[in-house]
């Protein structure tokens, strides 16, 4: 626990004086100067000219390669990109565990995936899927060993916030465990049951490509591959909370074999839900063991700070406080603030890999946001997501879509602001790739609190994990534990 808070402590003491930097929004970079505002003066000094822009982009797509051609003309830059690896998960060897590492923590019992079984699943979701079931049934297998049960049979697993069952139907199916899929959207769980009725074609196939065949197990599944996940894989769509009888619930979808130990996991929990999958591990002594993948950081309420741009209806399903968890930051009434959050959710790996150029789109409504200050309209309307050919035709239908009145305003006054800030709009980019090394940073904050959270709690046998390719799944790290 004192190494977890101590490298909490660090990261926090980083990004704390940065946090009007962090909190700051694009939409503002033309009209608050962002640029000299927040970007330190000795690389404000070593990017002037368009090609200095473009070089620096070059720089941030390549430093996951092992040398930069580019490091040399900026080394203000380039030094500070070092440091921010430093401050990063993948840095951070005593708090981050590899699966390899699980193998110890795990008595050995840490499972692998053998069926070859794409089928109804993007690439991004077979990865994840092929993994995140292995290491759910490999809890499983702890669970039976450290608790000395008689049968599997008497274990199942509750996916919380199931989905489409992606995880569920392959541990059902690969494992042979009992899994409830469990989710608040009616619509996902009808979507979920029909993916599974589709798939029970698809077994039979899969295990003759994985060469599976021959083995007991596959061989048994192969003949019964049509009641192989009816049988195993079971969704509802309920509202789990801390009143929950988890017991009586899954009692009622297994009544034969009545499991009384549970595995909870969860895929990309979204918002709250990550940080209450935590909470009910705690609160539910029947929870023996937890898997936890979190995503969507911009939907955490924040106990410490208003979000003006809060919707109840979002929130609903999982309410009370996503950040922070642990006592530790509560007490310093920590917060992040909703741009941080935003940022979280960054991948700058596969940013870096596809050498993403940040959309034209954040320089438009950079200058749209001058356009609306001389027009006294709304500043802090949101244009949202739209199709365009050029600022003209972007600035146009922005003001068609906030009900501004645009009459004042000429097409040839828009070009002409699309001409005068094209340098400033070649600069945005690298701003947006400046502060995006932070993005990683604040990633590890929202984890280390998780993580810090189960430690005060008591359990020591709770990890941090990274499992996933980032560029496939920006989302990789899982906070495991079991009692």
Not at 110 to 130: D, G, I, Q, W
Not at 277 to 288: E, G, K, P, S, W
Not at 384 to 392: A, H, N, Q, R, Y
Not at 447 to 475: A, H, M
Request: charged fraction near 25%; proline fraction near 3%; charge should be neutral.
């Amino acid at each position: 626990m004192d190494v977890v808070k101590q490298n909490l402590e660090r990261l926090v003491d980083l990004i704390k004086p940065q946090m009007s930097f962090l909190n700051c929004h694009m939409v503002d970079y033309l009209v608050n100067d962002h640029w000299n505002t927040y970007v330190p003066a000795e690389i404000r000094c070593e990017l002037k000219t368009r090609e200095d822009f473009r070089n620096a982009k070059e720089l941030f797509w390549g430093q996951f390669e092992k040398s930069n051609q580019f490091a040399p003309g900026f080394p203000s830059l380039a030094k500070h990109i070092e440091m921010s690896k430093e401050y990063r998960l993948d840095a951070l060897s005593n708090v981050l565990m590899t699966t390899e590492q699980l193998k110890f923590a795990f008595d050995s019992c840490l499972k692998h995936t053998r069926l070859n079984m794409p089928e109804l699943m993007s690439p991004k979701k077979c990865h994840e899927v092929e993994i995140a079931s292995a290491v759910v049934a490999s809890l499983c297998t702890v669970i039976a060993s450290r608790t000395g049960l008689a049968s599997m049979e008497q274990i199942a697993v509750i996916d919380a916030g199931d989905g489409k069952g992606y995880l569920s139907s392959r541990v059902a199916l690969e494992h042979d465990i009992k899994v409830l899929g469990i989710d608040a959207n009616e619509g996902h769980t009808a979507s979920a049951e029909q993916r599974r009725d589709r798939l029970k074609k698809k077994v039979r196939g899969a295990i003759r490509r994985s060469n599976l065949a021959d083995d007991e197990y596959f061989g048994t599944m192969a003949l019964g591959s049509e009641n192989q996940l009816q049988s195993n894989y079971k969704t509802t769509t309920k509202l789990i909370d801390f009143e929950t009888d988890l017991i009586e619930l899954v009692q009622d979808q297994f009544p034969k074999s009545k499991p009384s130990h549970f595995c909870l996991a969860g895929l990309h929990t979204c918002g709250n839900l990550g940080p209450n999958c935590l909470r009910l591990f705690h609160q539910n002594r029947h929870i023996r063991a937890l898997c936890n993948v979190g995503c969507c950081y911009h939907l955490l309420v924040e106990e410490f700070v208003v979000d003006k741009f809060y919707n109840p209806d979002k929130f609903k399903d999982n309410p009370g406080f996503g950040f922070p968890m642990s006592q530790y930051l509560r007490e310093k009434h920590f917060f992040l603030g909703r741009n941080v959050r935003n940022m979280a959710g960054e991948s700058i790996e596969r940013s870096a890999a596809n050498r993403e150029d940040p959309s034209d789109k954040l320089g438009y409504r950079a200058m749209l946001q001058l356009v609306l200050k001389k027009l006294h309209a709304d500043e802090n309307s949101q244009v949202g997501k739209m199709k365009c050919s050029g600022f003209v035709d972007y600035a146009r239908k922005s003001f068609k879509r906030l009900k501004v009145d645009d009459s004042g305003v000429t097409d040839a006054e828009l070009s002409d602001m699309e001409d005068k800030f094209s340098l400033e709009l070649e600069q945005l980019k690298v701003f947006y790739l400046y502060r995006m090394t932070f993005a990683p940073i604040v990633e590890s904050v929202i984890l280390l609190d998780r993580l810090l959270f189960l430690k005060e709690c008591g359990y020591d046998n709770s990890f941090l994990v990274n499992i996933f390719d980032p560029v496939v799944s920006p989302r990789r790290f899982a906070i495991l534990a079991f009692k």
